[in-house]
T-cell receptor, first 117, second 115 residues
Framework: DGGITQSPKYLFRKEGQNVTLSCEQN?????MYWYRQDPGQGLRLIYY???????QKGDIAEGYSVSREKKESFPLTVTSAQKNPTAFYLC????????????????FGAGSRLTVL | DQQVKQNSPSLSVQEGRISILNCDYT??????FLWYKKYPAEGPTFLIS?????DKNEDGRFTVFLNKSAKHLSLHIVPSQPGDSAVYFC??????????????FGKGTHLIIQP
C-alpha cells in the first residue's frame, strides 16, 4: 500500500542535541511538507519542497533544517537553535500540477512526537 | 495574523443529531478549502473539500458549505456517530492550479459525540 512513513514514532532529546526525523513516501508525489502541531495551535508549516534538491521555508522555519536528496525522502533536523522543540511533527506530500488528480490534497504520515528532557 | 479561524475549540453533539463545524477565513486569495479529521497521536486524514467555484459539496454523511461573500465555510455531519469524535481541522489553499504551497490550517475543533 502506498503511503507516508515517519520514524521514529516517539523521540526523546536532551537540550542542546540535534535530532533528525525521517519521512519516506512511496506515492510518487513531487511535493513534501513538514508541519508542527502544538496543543491548541493547529498545524503550522515548517518547510516544504516541490522538487528534489529544492526546498522553501514555511512560517516557522527557524531552528529547523531539511534536505531533499531523493524524491521519496524529506528528513527534518531539529537543531539546538529551536527554542521550544517539544511537539508533534507531521510529514505530508501531494502531487503537483494543474489538472492533476489529488493535487489539492495533502496526505499525511502518522507523525513523530519529540520530547525535550 | 490567523488567516483561517475555527472559533469553537470544542463541540458536543448527541449521537444521531447533526454536527455543524464552522470556519472563517480572511485571505481573499484562498480558492480551495478542505476539512481534515484527526485522532490523537495520528496524522490528519482528508475528509472533504470544496472549490471556490462551488457553494456545496456532499459526500455521504458529510456536506461542506461555502459562503464566499462572508468568507465562511461549514462542515455538516448527519447523523453524527461515535466514531466521528475527533479533532476537525479546516484548511485553505490558493493553489487550485496545482502548485506546491502548503495548506493553511485553523486551530481545530474537538468534536465529541455523546451517546
Amino acid at each position: 500500500d502506498g503511503g507516508i512513513t515517519q520514524s521514529p514514532k516517539y523521540l526523546f532529546r536532551k537540550e542542546g542535541q540535534n535530532v533528525t526525523l525521517s519521512c519516506e513516501q512511496n506515492l510518487n508525489h513531487d511535493a513534501m511538507y513538514w508541519y508542527r502541531q502544538d496543543p491548541g495551535q493547529g498545524l503550522r508549516l515548517i518547510y516544504y519542497s516541490q522538487i528534489v534538491n529544492d526546498f522553501q521555508k514555511g512560517d516557522i522555519a527557524e531552528g529547523y533544517s531539511v534536505s531533499r536528496e531523493k524524491k521519496e525522502s524529506f528528513p527534518l533536523t531539529v537543531t539546538s537553535a529551536q527554542k521550544n522543540p517539544t511537539a508533534f511533527y507531521l510529514c505530508a506530500s501531494k502531487p503537483t500540477g494543474a489538472f492533476v488528480s489529488g493535487a489539492n490534497v495533502l496526505t499525511f504520515g502518522a507523525g513523530s512526537r519529540l520530547t525535550v528532557l | 495574523d490567523q488567516q483561517v479561524k475555527q472559533n469553537s475549540p470544542s463541540l458536543s453533539v448527541q449521537e444521531g443529531r447533526i454536527s455543524i463545524l464552522n470556519c472563517d477565513y480572511t485571505n481573499s486569495m484562498f480558492d480551495y478549502f478542505l476539512w481534515y479529521k484527526k485522532y490523537p497521536a495520528e496524522g490528519p486524514t482528508f475528509l472533504i473539500s470544496i472549490s471556490s467555484i462551488k457553494d456545496k459539496n456532499e459526500d455521504g454523511r458529510f456536506t461542506v458549505f461555502l459562503n464566499k461573500s462572508a468568507k465562511h465555510l461549514s462542515l455538516h455531519i448527519v447523523p453524527s456517530q461515535p466514531g466521528d469524535s475527533a479533532v476537525y481541522f479546516c484548511a485553505a489553499s490558493s493553489y487550485s492550479g496545482g502548485g506546491a504551497d502548503g495548506l493553511t490550517f485553523g486551530k481545530g475543533t474537538h468534536l465529541i459525540i455523546q451517546p
